[in-house]
């Protein structure tokens, strides 16, 4: 449509006649009810397609020139441009006609009886209707793969033809894509089809209808009563009631503020750091710092059983050595109690690091734990 009002056809193309007239032979072909005449129509057409094949036999045809063969392409494109809006008259008709089948239901008439038991029985009213044959026949039309095959053949040879060269990039593309295009808009408004069905069978399958019936009786009622009350009282009568307000808030749309991503940016430039000088002594304090050193614990540990006179604990053992490590060395403790010591955990002992003090079950070590390390 767009594309229609930048470039307008400015004349009554020879093209656009020649469809009209197809169209209205094939229509009274295709309705005239008497045999006779019908059958002399097609007598006639296969006349002139014999005809036209003779004439081809010997060569005497003429080949359409660069301008009429650039006029049909942009009469098909345009035919081609309303397919979507076709598609979206369809499709707001068969979600009206959704709406209108729901309230049927909901009517307790002899009319809603009728739409309610069709449904129940499985009728799809939407694929019935008038709309939705209209969709399934352009759908399976479109994706018939002997007709679809035939339209892509046939475009492709019209773009490999010499007066291709002369349409414009946008045509040659419209052009390319005409058969996808109407796919999916096809598709599109099939699904929508499909999907308003199946909501409008779940919505009768699981007693939904019942629950708005009620809800539609209890509303109508209401009416009903405030009609009544209406005749005794004013509507701006002042009533001690105090109603709940809903939790949500009305706002005007002139009070919203648009989101603006670039303030969330920072403005700061990164500092960069060059690197410095390798230190193999920091390194090897910061790996010191990462890793529990075992070889160091059992070492402790071995030098505190060599002072006592009998086992010790693991608070013992940090009393002596302190933690080096901080927790790392508490968790190494624990570890190698669990592989060689005894573990206590109804007894408990408190260990004071720098910054904080740790209760841990009693470990106790015995003079024997760790004898290759003497």
């Not at 352009?138 to 002997?146: Q, S």
């Not at 009416?223 to 009631?241: C, I, T, Y």
């Amino acid at each position: 449509m767009v594309n229609g009002i930048d470039a307008p056809q400015r004349t009554a193309s020879a093209s656009r006649l020649g469809s009209i007239a197809a169209n209205l032979i094939a229509l009274q072909r295709d309705s005239d009810p008497v045999s006779a005449s019908r059958l002399a129509l097609l007598q006639a057409e296969r006349k002139a397609v014999e005809q036209r094949i003779e004439e081809v036999e010997r060569g005497e045809f003429a080949v359409l020139d660069a301008e009429s063969a650039k006029e049909r392409v942009a009469e098909t494109l345009g035919l081609a441009q309303e397919v979507p809006v076709d598609f979206a008259r369809v499709r707001s008709t068969i979600e009206e006609l959704s709406r209108d089948l729901r309230a049927k239901i909901l009517d307790d008439t002899a009319e809603g009886g009728a739409t309610l038991g069709n449904v129940f029985r499985g009728v799809d009213l939407l694929a019935d209707s008038e709309a939705g044959r209209s969709v399934n026949g352009f759908y399976d039309v479109i994706l018939d793969a002997e007709q679809s095959a035939r339209l892509q053949e046939a475009i492709t040879a019209i773009l490999s033809r010499d007066f291709a060269a002369e349409l414009t990039p946008q045509t040659r593309t419209d052009l390319s894509t005409l058969l996808t295009r109407l796919e999916d808009e096809a598709a599109t408004v099939r699904q929508t089809m499909i999907l308003l069905s199946r909501s409008l069978r779940h919505f009768v399958l699981s007693r939904q209808y019942e629950e708005h019936r009620r809800l539609r009786q209890l509303i109508q009622r209401c009416q009903s009563l405030a009609v009544q009350v209406s005749a005794q009282h004013r509507p701006e009568k002042s009533m001690n009631l105090e109603l709940t307000r809903i939790g949500m808030q009305v706002r005007s749309i002139a009070a919203l503020k648009l989101h603006n991503p670039g303030e969330g940016r920072v403005p700061t430039e990164f500092d960069r750091h060059d690197t410095d000088e390798v230190d193999f002594a920091e390194l090897a304090a910061q790996a010191h710092e990462c890793d529990i050193d075992f070889e160091e614990l059992r070492s402790n540990i071995v030098a505190s059983l060599g002072q006592a006179a009998g086992p010790v604990t693991a608070g013992q053992v940090l009393a002596e050595f302190p933690a080096t490590q901080g927790l790392a060395s508490i968790v190494g403790l624990m570890v190698l109690g669990a592989e060689h010591g005894i573990v206590s955990a109804d007894a408990t002992e408190r260990v004071a690091l720098d910054r904080r003090t740790v209760v841990l079950p009693t470990i106790t070590f015995s003079p024997d734990t760790f004898e290759d390390h003497r």
